[in-house]
C-alpha cells in the first residue's frame, strides 16, 4: 500500500499547513463501526461544462455556474457589443479570457483581450465588450479586489474604442446599475447615457484596467487576485504523478480545465477533466492531479458556499487505488 503526502491549509494560506503522510488506500475507504454509524454518503462530485470555442447562436444574458453571497461564477460567449453599459453597486467584476478577441471599454479605457488574459472591473465603473466569436469566463466577487501580480498591459483613453463604433446613431446607448454580484434580476437603475462622454471618464481619476497572465514556466498556483473571501488563480501542471493531496480546511476550490487534460482524484470521486469543464471541489475533502501532458487551470478557492447552479454533464466515478495505480503505471510514474 503506496504512502502518499497530503497538504492541509488554512484559509487564506497561513503558516499554519501540515503536512501529513498517509497510505492512499485509506483515504477512499469509510469506517467501519458495527453499533451505528456516524457520517454521511456523500454524492460523488458532478462536472459542468462549456464547450470553450465559439459557437454561433442567437445573444443570451452570461450563463450561470456557481452563486454564493460573495462569488458569482458565470460562462459567457460573445459575437459583437453587449446590449448595454453594466456598473456594479457592491463587487468588482473580473474576467479570464478563454477563445478569441474581446474588447473592454470602460470609463477607465479601453484594453484587448486576448486568450489567457485575465482583467478586473473596479466596483463602480461602467463598462461594456465587443466580442469577436469569443467565450470567457466572469468572476463577480465582493469589493474590494487586489492584484497579487504585475500587470502585462493596462487600459487607455481611445475613442472610438473600436471599429464600427458607436453602434447607436444617436450615441445615447443603456446602462444598467445592478447589485447583488450583478445577477439577472437586480438591476436598481437603467437608463441612457452619452457613450462619448462616459468613455472620456473622469480626468481626475487616473486608474486603469490592468491586464494580467500567469507565469506558464511555474508547475504551481500562481495567486493573481486576493479578496477576504476569494482567492482567484492559476495552475499549471507538466506532469504529475498525484502523490501530493492537498484539503483546504476553511475554503471549497472551484476549478475550471483551461487546457489540457488530467486526471481529478478526491474522496468524492475519480473524474478525467477536458478544456470547458467546472468542478467544485468540497471544503475539507482531499484531492489531487494526474497529468501525463501540460495541463491549466483555473483555481478559486472561496470561504463561503458558493452553491452549483447550472446542470451537469456527467459525475466523478468512485475513487480506487487500484485505478491510481494503473493509470500511473500507464503515465510511466
Known amino acids: 500500500m503506496s504512502v502518499v503526502r497530503e497538504i492541509i491549509d488554512s484559509f487564506p494560506l497561513r503558516e499554519d499547513t501540515q503536512f501529513v503522510a498517509r ?4 483515504l477512499f475507504q469509510g469506517p467501519e463501526i458495527q453499533t451505528m454509524k456516524l457520517w454521511t454518503d456523500h454524492e460523488l462530485l458532478k462536472v459542468i461544462h462549456f464547450p470553450p470555442v465559439f459557437s454561433p447562436e442567437a445573444f443570451s444574458p452570461p450563463r450561470c455556474v456557481f452563486e454564493g453571497s460573495h462569488l458569482r461564477v458565470e460562462w459567457q460567449k460573445l459575437s459583437g457589443r453587449g446590449m448595454v453599459y453594466h456598473r456594479n453597486v457592491d463587487c468588482d ?8 478577441e474581446r474588447t473592454l471599454f470602460t470609463e477607465l479605457g479601453t484594453v484587448e483581450l486576448a486568450p489567457g488574459d485575465f482583467s478586473r472591473i473596479p466596483v463602480g465603473i461602467s463598462h461594456d465588450n465587443f466580442g469577436r466569436e469569443e467565450t470567457h469566463v466572469l468572476f463577480y466577487v465582493t469589493a474590494p479586489v487586489t492584484e497579487c501580480e504585475d500587470p502585462v ?9 473600436y471599429t464600427g463604433w458607436p453602434a447607436c ?9 445592478t447589485q447583488e454580484l450583478g445577477a439577472v434580476g437586480t438591476d436598481v437603475a437603467a437608463y441612457l447615457v452619452d457613450e462619448e462622454l462616459l468613455l472620456q471618464g473622469d480626468p481626475h481619476d487616473e486608474r486603469s484596467i490592468q491586464v494580467l497572465r500567469a507565469d ?43 487546457s489540457g487534460q488530467r486526471t481529478l482524484v478526491t474522496q468524492r470521486g475519480t473524474v478525467t477533466l477536458l478544456p470547458g469543464d467546472f468542478i467544485e471541489i468540497p471544503q475539507g475533502c482531499a484531492f489531487t492531479s494526474i497529468a501525463g501532458e501540460e495541463s491549466k487551470h483555473i483555481s ?3 470561504a463561503l458556499p458558493t452553491p452549483t447552479t447550472a446542470k451537469h454533464s456527467r459525475q466523478a466515478e468512485p475513487s480506487s487505488v487500484e485505478f491510481l495505480e494503473a493509470k500511473r503505471r500507464t503515465l510511466n510514474f
Open 216 to 258: 506558464d514556466t511555474t508547475c504551481e498556483t500562481i495567486w493573481l487576485y486576493r479578496s477576504d473571501l476569494v482567492w482567484i488563480g492559476s495552475t499549471t501542471l507538466k506532469s504529475e504523478d498525484g502523490r501530493t493531496y492537498r484539503r483546504h480546511l476553511c475554503a471549497t476550490e472551484i476549478q475550471y480545465q483551461v
Open 153 to 161: 498591459r493596462a487600459s487607455e483613453k481611445i475613442i472610438p474604442p
Open 93 to 100: 467584476e473580473l474576467s479570464f479570457q478563454i477563445y478569441g
Open 300 to 302: 478559486v478557492l472561496s
Open 169 to 177: 446613431a444617436s450615441g445615447a446607448y443603456g446602462e444598467v446599475i
Open 23 to 26: 497510505k492512499e488506500a485509506l
